[in-house]
């Protein structure tokens, strides 16, 4: 992880602490930790068995993460700098995990920083769109194909063609573009799935026997543009005791912890705008 990120993270880890009690006024809630919700999230401070100054410790750390959302996802902690998995976990609707800084490779003494996405799970993404919460999206594409006239006058020839997840033949935009042959007249058009056949039965004209000629058809492409989903996720620390879950004991001297950082204040916080996508701010801050 650069310096630059880390004096970084630490730094809005140092202004939401000093923000929490802040009294706001209803409607005028700005962006920031106060308001949850983001597909990626940030975690500046991650104690494991530090001391702040002499007789100020040893403070150990964990995280918790919740899926806001109804359907399930999956969530990947990453470490800031390589983006590599530290470490995932499926989270059902509104269920939480915690991690200890143990348990997320951050060495004894030191503090570490993480992130964590999160990303539907098949279960998730289908229950998700059979819910109507996806925006349809279309594209279409022009394409050609070769058939072969047959060998018997006033009959037909049929061309299958390849079609990816998605993709639907326009039967209307079929035709025949080799010679001057008019639809409707010389030929009519089927269209079964990915089959095309042209029926050459009419009282008009057509290619002569086993001569090759080209069609040219329409394909429209089908995409869902859905949601990300939302994670919010708090950071607790203690000095003396704390277990891998977040539990303290009869030992346990203080507790402190603070709210994730949103994807949001760390666009802000280098100039971007709020809905900036993961990779944008990533990029912008030298990862």
Known sequence: MTKRLVHLLVALGLVAGALAGAVVPAGAQPPGPEIAGEQAIFFPYVPNGVDIEEGNGPWFGVITVQNLENYQIEIKVLEPGTGDTITSAVLNPHASKTFSASSLGIDDEPAGAVYVTADWTATGLSAVKADNLCTPSFTTETRTATLTRGQTADTTDSVVVTLASGESIVAASVVVTTGTF??????????????????????????????GYQIQYTVVSRSDVCPPPRIGGVEKHASLDLS?????????????GYTALPLSDLALSRGLPADSTLDDVLGETGQ
């Open 244 to 256: 891998s879950a977040g539990r303290t004991s009869a030992d346990t001297v203080a507790v402190t």
């Open 182 to 211: 008019t639809k409707g007249t010389d030929y009519t058009v089927l269209v079964s799935g990915n089959s095309i056949t042209i029926d050459w039965s009419l009282a008009g004209n057509e290619p002569s026997a086993g001569s």
